[in-house]
Every structure is written in structure tokens, then in C-alpha cells.
Nanobody, 125 residues
Framework: QVQLVESGGGGLVQAGGSLRLSCVVSGRTFGDYATAWFRQAPGKEREFVARWSGRTTDYADYTDSVKGRFTISSDNAKNTVYLQMNSLKPEDTAVYYC????????????????WGQGTQVTVSS
């Protein structure tokens, strides 16, 4: 069983500020899983934010609205995936979820078998 635990959210950050979210993946060999970040704002569907496929290549992909501001990365030694968020905007406010799946990463939430509990990111204007 794969378990994901997010951290780094909570509290309030002003627009233009930065946060780094972390997701610790346990239960299986970290390198066997592709990971991604999704987010869900109140009243909206869960949406793709960023994905990381670090099994053989360091491949990253982002939704258009966060390109140039967010960076996904991983530390295999720590079994951890990060989401560095810079130049935050009020529209980035959401619960952020880390997800993992065997195989390659995708931008579709339905492809992921394992999810963290979510961490709240709130950006004030």
C-alpha cells in the first residue's frame, strides 16, 4: 500500500508570496511511481497542476496557469516530491493534493491510484 502525506500548506500567504509543498511517499519503491499535484478550489472540480516522471528522466509538466511560477521536483533519497510555488495569486487558493501511480505520470486525476489527504493553500489579495 502506498501512502502519501502532504505538508507545507495552512495559514495565509499574501499575493506575490511563496510556499513549498512537500509530499512524502511511503510503502513502495519511490522510483516505481510517477507523481503529480492537483488542486481543488471550493465549488470547482479537481484540476491538474504539475506532474513529475522521475523514473528514467526528469520530466515535468505544468498546467498553463502556473507555468513559470510553480516548480515540481523530487528528492529520491527522501522519497519526497515538492511543489515550489512562487508569485502566488488569489486564484491559486485551493486544497492541494499529491497523487501517485505506477507507470508514467498523466494530467488526469482518474489515472491515479494513491492520494494524500490534501493541504490548504490560501492566498490573500
Amino acid at each position: 500500500q502506498v501512502q502519501l502525506v502532504e505538508s507545507g500548506g495552512g495559514g495565509l500567504v499574501q499575493a506575490g508570496g511563496s510556499l513549498r509543498l512537500s509530499c512524502v511517499v511511503s510503502g513502495r519503491t519511490f522510483g516505481d511511481y510517477a507523481t503529480a499535484w492537483f488542486r481543488q478550489a471550493p465549488g470547482k472540480e479537481r484540476e491538474f497542476v504539475a506532474r513529475w516522471s522521475g523514473r528514467t528522466t526528469d520530466y515535468a509538466d505544468y498546467t498553463d496557469s502556473v507555468k513559470g511560477r510553480f516548480t515540481i521536483s523530487s528528492d529520491n533519497a527522501k522519497n519526497t516530491v515538492y511543489l515550489q510555488m512562487n508569485s502566488l495569486k488569489p486564484e491559486d487558493t485551493a486544497v492541494y493534493y499529491c497523487a501517485a501511480r505506477a507507470g508514467t505520470s498523466t494530467g488526469y486525476s482518474g489515472d491515479y491510484n494513491y492520494w494524500g489527504q490534501g493541504t490548504q493553500v490560501t492566498v490573500s489579495s
